[in-house]
């Protein structure tokens, strides 16, 4: 399995979605799996768009709704 670095403030946000999933789901989550699932997501969403302000800015565009 590869090993990449998430920094802090990343790992603390999928840390805190993984107490969400099983709060809200009465199901047991690890770290990783809710990791692989915003991941998964995330390549499925994103677009061209949020990829070069993500590089210009290193911040994540708001959804346009």
């Known amino acids: 399995m590869p090993t990449k670095h998430i920094d802090e403030r ?6 805190k979605k993984t107490v969400e999933a099983v709060t809200k789901t009465q199901l047991g989550f690890k770290d990783t799996e809710i990791l692989k699932l ?4 995330g ?4 677009t061209e768009d949020e ?3 993500f590089k210009r800015t290193g911040k994540v565009m708001e959804s346009q709704k």
Do not use: A, G, H
């Open 38 to 41: 915003l991941i998964l997501k």
């Open 43 to 46: 390549l499925k969403t994103v």
């Open 51 to 53: 990829i070069r302000e």
């Open 10 to 15: 990343v790992w603390r946000e999928v840390e």
